[in-house]
């Protein structure tokens, strides 16, 4: 029998390896992030195993950062590390488990479908491809990567410049929210359709600004919600620094100077099962023409996306308690404007379940594709 060998020396990769010396009981703890206390992402690739009923055993799933994310939770795995599909898995509180008889003699098995940082040097290749896209270097990571922004509008329109609307999408602050990339992935498609009319109307109105991966190094890390100095970048916005957070320093530079009428921040969340957005009722400069335009934005988009959804969520914040660290709340207060948390499942949308992939990328890719009709619903009433 071939030996059997579990990797993890790749992009995003991370696990720890306890024992393999059966097939039906392979031993693991999910790896911490590199500088902080957070557990919940892994990645990895076992070889040796085509044939074999192979029990993947996480001893450490009830200590890490969202137990209650394991709960109805399937894992991902592919052969090719294009197709990827889901696992029977079970958590009982402790160890979560999961079963597979691989067809090959490689699998790799992830939290999600990653999105690697190939991808996203890919994303901003074909986006720099049209007429309508600036690619502009905002700076660098503590690693040395890039810190990438796309501008986008129609230069030929007849809105001048100025007049147009600046609309912001932020993604992947935590790394291991990959979900939060392919959302971008597919609203880019979509708005750099040349034969799309809601995206014509969007670039001749709007200048779009979009930040496509907040945390590559925290990604390349196999991080799950840090950087490479442990910070949670979406608990930075209020007093970032060059030496802790340059990656939200930058970005947030930049707005400075833009300016912002409408913010997305494109997040996934671990425990619930839906896809929902967050808004900014508890931040102190919480206006009823804000509550009226949320409203309004939401309402779109239930209206034209089945897989969005508003009865799910975090609930409320009170007015005054918002935390203003969040990227969200500190946007939304800076500048007056309509800004929301985007969340995605790691699970399934338990709306509209498919029993063989869950929520995956070519899932949140259309939901990114859509959040253009919400936004056209409300661009005109946003300053």
């Known amino acids: 029998m071939i030996p059997l060998h579990i990797s993890s020396a790749f992009d995003s990769g991370a696990i720890e390896v306890l ?10 703890n999910i790896r911490r992030d590199n500088a902080s206390e957070f557990a919940q992402w892994f990645h990895f690739s076992l070889q040796g195993a085509a044939g074999l009923a192979v029990s993947l055993r996480f001893l450490n799933a009830g200590q890490c ?106 993604a992947r602050q935590h790394p291991g929210e990959a979900m939060a990339e392919w959302f971008v992935d597919g609203f880019l498609a979509r708005l750099l359709d040349g034969a799309d009319p809601v995206a014509r109307v969007l670039l001749a ?18 991080n799950l919600r840090t950087n490479a100095a442990g910070a949670n970048l979406n608990r930075e916005w209020q007093a970032p620094s060059l030496e802790k957070s340059p990656e939200v320093f930058l970005v947030r530079q930049k707005m400075l100077a833009t300016g912002v009428d409408l913010n997305l921040d494109a997040h996934g969340d671990e425990g619930l099962a839906y896809n929902f957005c967050v808004g900014t009722e508890g931040t102190p400069g919480y206006t009823p023409r804000l509550e009226a335009l949320e409203n309004a ?36 207060q800076n500048f007056g404007c309509l800004a929301f948390t985007i969340e995605m499942p790691f699970k399934d949308n338990a709306d509209l379940p498919d029993q063989r992939v869950g929520w995956n990328g070519e899932r949140s890719k259309k939901l990114g594709a859509g959040v253009l009709l919400p936004i056209l619903a409300v661009v005109d009433q946003l300053r």
Not at 205 to 222: E, I, S
């Open 19 to 28: 024992s393999m010396t059966d097939p039906s009981d392979i031993q693991l």
């Open 65 to 170: 950062a969202y137990p209650k994310g394991w709960q109805d939770y399937r894992v991902v795995a592919s052969y090719d590390r294009h197709s990827w599909f889901r696992i029977d898995t079970r958590f009982d509180g402790q160890v979560m488990a999961a079963d597979i008889t691989p067809q090959t003699q490689c699998v790799y098995f992830a939290y999600f479908e990653p999105y690697s940082h190939e991808r996203h040097l890919d994303l901003i290749g074909r986006a720099a491809a049209s007429e309508h896209v600036e690619v502009q270097h905002l700076g660098q990571t503590l690693d040395g990567r890039d810190m990438t922004l796309l501008r986008l509008t129609d230069r030929h329109s007849a809105t001048p410049i100025a007049q147009k609307k600046k609309i912001w999408l932020i």
């Open 297 to 332: 934005f939401k309402a779109a988009w239930v209206a034209t996306c089945p897989d969005f959804q508003t009865t799910q969520g975090y609930g409320r914040t009170k007015p005054g308690e918002a935390n203003l660290t969040l990227a969200t709340n500190w946007v939304g």
């Open 205 to 222: 109105k709007c200048v779009f600004y979009v930040v496509p991966h907040m945390n590559p190094d925290g990604a390349v890390r196999g």
